[in-house]
């Protein structure tokens, strides 16, 4: 049987790149999207091909159509199929509170936040609907606990675009059910990340863990094995659903 194919946007760092590895080992073809940083795609993708699967390395910037297109492009060019999205793909910038936003950087969130992850559905969603031909799939949105605690003096510009990105879970879940495509959403708390340093304090999640019921900070490989099983069988009566990995907060 022909190996199946998931795309994880932004895979070639921190959750997405354990995220990419997971389904490796799940035993899934892997196309890695980046935006930037070549050198660490091109090494998760040979980490890939140790586990003994194939793996591709697309640059583009999600929040650009032309761009996804391409990407989409490249993925049916390369692989002829796609079971499974993972929009993980996601920024934040420096620490602040709402008073002193622009326009600009609340653009520029959710440009990749929320219109990449839209995006990318609708391209998955045309290469995944039953209606329209094809196998089905599963598609998995990176989601925040920001979106429920709001990031207060932090970004809340970000906080609002996982809010978005979590009402685009529900409806979309619901449009595509019929059409053998399931979404669903995993919410992480504090992960161990080079994410907080893009925030202006990489250090972070050692500074709060301690606020957490759990008392630590998450890693994220136990992301990754909370989008795994919203990608496998196991959840195969789950759509529209949440998985929180945060810690108990
Ligand atoms: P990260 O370490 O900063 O990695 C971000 C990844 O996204 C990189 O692969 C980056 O590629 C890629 N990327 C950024 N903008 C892109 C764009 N416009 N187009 C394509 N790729 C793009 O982030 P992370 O902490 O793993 O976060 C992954 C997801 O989890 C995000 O959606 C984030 O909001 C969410 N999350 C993280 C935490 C946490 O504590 N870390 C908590 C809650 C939610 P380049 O390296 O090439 O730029």
Known sequence: MAVKVALIT????????????????????????????????EQITRQIENIGRQAIAIQADISNEDDVQRLFQSIDEHFGRLDVLINNAGILFTQSPVVELTAERINRVLATNVTGSFLCCIEAIKRMSTRQGHRGGNIVNVSSAASRLGAPNEYVDYAASKGAMDTLTIGLAL??????????????????????????????????????????????????????????????????????VSGGR
Request: no cysteine; net charge neutral; proline share 4%.
């Open 10 to 41: 932004g895979g070639s760092r921190g959750i997405g790149a354990a995220t990419a590895k997971r389904l490796a080992k799940d035993g899934y073809n892997i196309v890695i999207n980046y935006r930037a940083n070549r050198l660490a795609a």
């Open 175 to 244: 449009e595509v059910a019929e059409e053998g495509i399931r979404v669903n959403s995993v919410r992480p708390g504090l992960i161990y990340t080079e994410m907080h340093a893009d925030g202006g304090e990489p250090n972070r999640v050692d500074r709060l863990k301690n606020n957490l019921p759990l008392k630590r900070g998450g890693t994220p490989e136990e992301v990754a094995a909370a989008i795994s099983f919203f990608v496998s069988e196991e959840s195969a009566y789950s759509t529209g659903a949440f998985i929180e």
